[in-house]
């Protein structure tokens, strides 16, 4: 299965994670896929909520 990297962040604002890879090995495999972000890594202390004034968390989904 693949990997998707690791990324450190040390201001606010927001990260992509390009998962394409990892998604396309899965679907070769016939796998289902689970994604969960880790926030107790460094530089990751804060993670929003749909709630919070700025940085809201955005799942942007497209296909080429």
Not at 22 to 38: F, H
Not at 43 to 59: E, I, M
Request: with cysteine; hydrophobic share 35%.
């Amino acid at each position: 299965m693949g990997s998707i990297p690791i990324y450190t962040q040390t201001a606010s604002g927001y990260v992509d994670f390009d998962v394409t890879s990892y998604l396309q090995t899965a679907k070769q495999s016939g796998n289902t896929v689970t994604i969960a972000l880790n926030a107790n890594c460094a530089g990751w202390q804060d993670v929003f909520s749909r709630k919070n004034a700025t940085n809201q968390p955005q799942l942007i989904v497209s296909s080429h």
